[in-house]
Every structure is written in C-alpha cells, then in structure tokens.
C-alpha cells in the first residue's frame, strides 16, 4: 500500500499569531461529557486560544469492509433547544478566528462520533471532500483527527517506518491531501494515545506509531496522552514510576514525547526506536477520567510545565533533556467540563501561561523546523532545503547555536577587520587639525599569521570560549538554521489525482 502525495498550496491569508503557549482543550458538539451538559461555542470563555471542537459523526459507527461517511454532528434547535442555533454557531467561530484564536473541526476521539476507517480511494476522495465543505460553511481554521477512534490503532503496522495497513495508509495521505488544499496557514493536528508496556516502551501497533510519523512534518500539532497499559504509573526515563496524581507523571509524559535522555522513544519488539516529537509541536493531552485527570489541580500541571520548559520547580522527576522553553503545554480534553466547575483550570493557568512569555509564534509550525526522522515513510522536504538531519536535533538547539554563535563570530570579525581597516595607521597633521588616514600602499597582516592566530586564541581564552567550542556552534549554524526564503515547505512535486489508479508510494529520502 502507498501514499498519494499533493503539493502544497500557498496560504491564503496571513498567518495566525498565538502565545507560545496556548490554552488549549476540547469542547463537544453533541453534549457528550459533563453528564450532558451543552456549553455553546458562543459562551465559551475568549480566555481559550484554541478550541477543538468535536463536531465530527462518522457511519457507519464500524466496519470491516466499507469506508466511514462523514457529517456534522451538531444538532440545532428545534431538535435540540438548549442548542445554539447554525447561525450562531458560524458566528461565534467567525468571532474567534477574527479575533486571532483557532478553532478546530475534530473528528474521532469518542465511540459515540464513530470509528474512522477508509478502505479505498472513494472513501478517501469522500473524506477529503467531506472535511473541506464542512470548514468553508462554518468557517474552520483548523482541523484535528483524533486517532484513537480510527483504524490505526490495531493496524497490524508494527514497524512505525513502513506503514502497510489500508487504512492508516489513506489516513496519511487524507491529512496530507488537506494540507495542500488548505496552506501553511491552517493548523492541522493529530491527537493520539502513547501506550508504553510494563517496562516503559511504546506498543506501536495499537499507538498509531506509523500514521504519526509519516505526518510529523505535516501536522502543527500532535497532542499526546498517555496511557500506561499494565499500571496505572508511567516508567519514566529515569527508570522510575510516577503516579498521574503527581506533577512528575506530567513532566515526565511531556519528556518521553519530546525525546527523554537519548532523543528517541524505545518501541516494543523493535530495535529501532522512535524519534522524539519537535517541542514546538507537542501537547500532552489531559484526560479527564477517573485517575488521570489533572484538570483539577492545576498547580500540579503549572510545576510540569516549568519543570520541562525551564528546568525548575521540578519535583522528584528531573527531566532527561531540555530544558525545552518552546514545549507548547498541555491540552484538557473537556472545556465544559472545566467551566461546569467554575473553570479552576482556565482560570489558573490563562495568568500563568502569560507571566512565561509574551513571545509569539507564526502558525503552523510545521513548516519551521528539518526533519529529524530517519523513516522511509515519505514526507515532506523541510523548508530549508537541507537534507533529513542524521540524529534527532530540537528545534531549541538551532536557537541556542545562534545565540552561542552570534557574539563569538561578531567579535572574531571584529578583531580581524581591525587588523586590515587601522593596522598600519599614521597621523596625518595638517596646521591645527589632526585625522587619520591609512598610510597609502601599506596592507593589513595575514589574517592567519601566527600572530593574529595567537592574539586570536589570547581573547577566546580571556572570554571563557575555545576554538573547539567556535568550531562546533559555526557547525551548528550552518547545519541546523533553517533559511525562511525556502517557505512554504516544498513537496515531492505534483502527482495527477486519479481516481482510477492506487496511490504511488514514495521513500522519505
């Protein structure tokens, strides 16, 4: 089985601006949480940055052989009165989306919205068509495929690097195919369970390991949670256990997914281990269930979030990489749920996210990094044009190369600059009045004279730096720094979209 692969079509608007780290969570379209209760999009807090609401209905709810129809599952009065109307509701996503927020059609996540399977290009073709009537008439500027309720979880595709299974096959070509129509500018994520066994490694035939993977360069975000399959605590990359009551479960949830101590994940029954989410693109997804749910007591989600972004306010856990300050955060899965209690989430983390940073960021975010996979599942060339990186680098790590770099090269092209620009140098007095001119034939020193190699290794040594350490960041500079005139990213070039013929399969490089 192959992919179809689609090029990219430019945004049609600017992009969208959002705090590094936003507040994010899940509202249902059909009341199905909160014991029923229906909170309007419309009388949802403006505090959210991003909303992703659960609207998707998916026939039929299963089946083995006939690939899923999709519709809106929102029900409108008079059939629901305590609804919002249609018009309403396209009102209060105008509002958001105008007022620089996300708002998101999801499909999948719960048995009630269906499971999510395609078997063929003309289910394929249907989705696709599906997704995007349903964004123009109600107004969408994000989309979001929870995987837990598609065919990808028992797929049968152990090997994350080739995905086989059918129906993960036209997953990845579905979420593809919307990006291209959709641009850079419209936030597309995935939302997936990471499921370790009893020792701490992820079971990738029942964690959706290959639709991931193949989309990591596609996706904006990826909003995992986690979910221990033989105990309740999680096997954290210290080799220790933490409960979800505690906020080193979350930080060290947040830490496997972007790498943990060697920058990949360890998979069950395999030797080849899964690289590590960009920070920049992650979530971790706040179940709000009986034993994980951490909805509650934010203050411990506040500790994660510093511990990992920081490197502070860490309690027993002390995490293996980073620290990461573009970790985007933590997602709740019920909005209502949180507002039906008077909001204790909301309202003690919309402060806290803004007293960390005030930066903003362009989405999406999936065009702003190189690729760190070393898959043979087909994606997209990174923006830069620079080639698959050949271990797992963060994105951080290009940001902190330029800022080692930037002041050690500015001084050295200083110091060298002097010796050409004033050495040798003679006054020149003309009555009262003096300037200095360079003295006409006379040429400044090798710049790799002994001299100037020994002055030049005299100041690093003064400043604390080494030639090794100038070395190793000019090398990082050069190999890590994405160059922005290559956006958007560029695909593997046009393909014909027949309906004839099965899709064309296309080795990552």
Not at 71 to 81: L, M, N, Q, R, V
Not at 274 to 286: E, S
Not at 418 to 438: E, L
């Amino acid at each position: 089985m192959s992919f179809l692969r689609f090029p990219p079509r430019a945004s049609a608007g600017a992009s969208l601006k959002l705090p590094v780290h936003p507040l994010a969570g899940s509202l249902a379209l059909n009341g199905s949480r909160a014991g029923g209760f229906y909170l309007p999009l419309g009388n949802t807090s403006s505090e959210w940055d991003i909303i992703s609401l659960e609207g998707g209905l998916l026939t039929p709810l299963s089946s083995q052989t006939e690939s899923s129809k999709l519709s809106f599952g929102a029900c409108f009065p008079p059939t629901c009165s305590t609804h919002e109307s249609e018009a309403a509701l396209i009102a209060a996503i105008k509002q958001r989306v105008d007022a620089g927020g996300v708002v998101q059609f999801s499909v999948g996540g719960t048995t009630a919205s269906g499971f999510l399977q395609l078997f063929d290009l003309g289910g394929f073709n249907n989705f696709v068509t599906a997704v995007q009537g349903i964004v123009k008439r109600y107004g969408f500027n994000g989309f979001n495929i929870d995987l837990w309720s598609t065919g990808c979880v028992m797929s049968q595709d152990p090997d994350y690097q080739r995905p086989e299974n059918t129906n993960s096959v036209y997953i990845i070509s579905a979420i593809q195919k919307l990006r291209a129509i959709f641009g850079p500018s419209f936030t597309l994520s995935v939302t997936s369970s990471f499921a370790f066994d009893g020792h701490g490694a992820l079971d990738a035939s029942i964690s959706c390991l290959s639709v991931i993977h193949a989309l990591r360069d596609d996706v904006t975000f990826v909003s995992i949670y986690p979910v221990p399959l033989k105990a309740d605590s999680l096997i954290a990359p210290d080799g220790k256990t933490y409960a979800p009551s505690s906020s080193d479960y979350w930080a060290a949830a947040a830490d496997i997914a972007v790498g943990g101590r060697t920058g990949s994940i360890p998979v069950y029954n395999t030797t080849s281990a899964f690289p590590a989410l960009r920070p920049n693109q992650t979530f971790i997804y706040l179940m709000a269930s009986s034993g994980l749910d951490a909805m509650s007591n934010p203050g411990r989600i506040e500790n994660a979030m510093s511990c990992i972004t920081s490197g502070e306010n860490c309690d027993s856990y002390k995490p293996q990489s980073g620290p990461h300050s573009d970790f985007r955060g933590f997602m709740v899965m019920s909005v209502e749920t949180d507002e039906l209690q008077n909001a204790p989430f909301r309202r003690a983390m919309r402060p806290y996210l803004d007293s960390m940073s005030s930066a903003q960021f362009a989405l999406p975010a999936s065009a702003s990094f190189t690729s760190t996979s070393t898959s043979t599942t087909p994606s997209p060339s990174a923006p830069s044009g620079d080639a698959v990186a050949a271990k797992p680098e963060s994105q951080g790590r290009s940001t902190r190369a330029v800022v080692i770099a930037v002041p050690i090269v500015t001084c050295v092209i200083v110091f060298l600059l002097a010796g050409w620009i004033f050495v040798p140098i003679s006054p020149v007095t003309s009555g009262t009045v003096s300037s200095w001119t360079r003295v006409a034939g006379s040429e400044a020193a090798e710049t790799s004279s002994p001299a100037n190699i020994h002055a030049l290794q005299t100041a690093l040594d003064r400043a604390g730096f080494s030639f090794t350490a100038l070395l190793t960041s000019l090398n990082r500079v050069h190999e890590d720094v994405p160059d922005e005139r290559h956006y958007p990213p560029q695909r593997d070039g046009p393909m014909e979209h027949s309906g004839d013929a099965p899709p064309t399969y296309h080795d990552r490089s």
